[in-house]
Every structure is written in C-alpha cells, then in structure tokens.
C-alpha cells in the first residue's frame, strides 16, 4: 500500500472517526484501515507481514479451488448414482412436496385450524337452515333416481358397459 493512500495516525476520516483505532472497518475511498499496531511495524516487517498475508491468501484460494474440484465430482457422482437408481428430479420433487405436506399436516397450527373447521362444519350441518336445503336436495336426488328417465339410461350405460369389457 503506497504511504499517500495511508491514512495518517490520528486522522479523522470524514466521518469522524480515526482510521487507526479500529473503530472503522473501510475509509471514505474504499481503502481498509490500518491497524495501530501494524502501523507501528518498521517498513521491513510490514513488507514481511504482506507477504506472510500474500501466502495465506494464495494457500486458501489453492484451497478453495481444490474443494470446489472435490464438490464438482461429487455432485457429477451423486447425479449418476441417481440415474442408475432411477430416482429423477421430478421424483425428488414429489417426494420433497410429501415430506412437507406430512410436515405441515403434523403442525400444530394445522391441528388447530383443523379442529376449528371441523367446529364450523359441525355448527353448518347442526343449522336448522342447512338441514331443510339438504333434505330437499336429497328429496330431488332420490325423485330423479326414481324417474324412469333416469332407471332406463343407467340401464343403457350399464349394458355399454358390460359390452366393452
């Protein structure tokens, strides 16, 4: 880092905050501070520090890149494990989509929201109102049932079908 971009000891950034004591994480220019203590290093020790800094920084990204090579035959091996197996994405899906439907169906909020549509249900079917619709819809159903209109074109679609299987 060249000694004009350094930010000086005891010099105020533009926020007010000295670039030296930590309390600032970048300077107004985009440069990271300088510590204290290694602006306390002779140029020689701080040249020693880059460079120790240098190889760390070679070493994690060499790596980086090794975990990432690992990571690549790994996934190529999980995806061919799994065409042999058959298992293919849609499945993976489906079952994802199972897991979380039990999932949510073992929550206690959908308990809770169950029991009380369960109360509603119950509180509609007890309503005097609903009971006369029901018992009239179920007076039309079985007088249709009974219409032989309705008996001689069950018998049709009876006959159809005994003559396709």
Not at 45 to 69: C, G, M, N, P, V
Not at 118 to 139: C, F, H, L, R
């Amino acid at each position: 880092m060249d000694s004009e971009k350094r930010p000086s000891i005891g010099t105020p950034l533009s926020d007010g905050h000295d670039a030296l004591n930590g309390s600032n994480l970048v300077t107004p220019d985009g440069e990271f501070p300088m510590s204290q203590s290694f602006m306390n290093l002779s140029a020689a020790e701080q040249d020693q520090r880059r460079e120790q800094w240098k190889s760390e920084l070679a070493e994690l990204e060499f790596e980086i890149h090794t975990l990432r090579q690992v990571l690549q035959i790994k996934t190529r091996k999980v995806h061919e494990l799994k065409r042999k197996l058959g298992i293919s994405a849609w499945r993976e899906i489906g079952d994802d989509i199972s897991q979380s439907l039990k999932n949510v169906k073992e929550s206690s909020t959908f308990k809770s929201i169950e029991e009380a549509a369960s109360g509603v249900g119950s509180a509609i079917a007890a309503n005097p109102v609903y009971q006369k619709v029901e018992n009239t819809v179920g007076g039309v159903s079985q007088a249709v049932a009974a219409s032989p209109a309705y008996q001689k074109t069950e018998t049709v679609i009876k006959v159809t079908a005994e003559k396709n299987d």
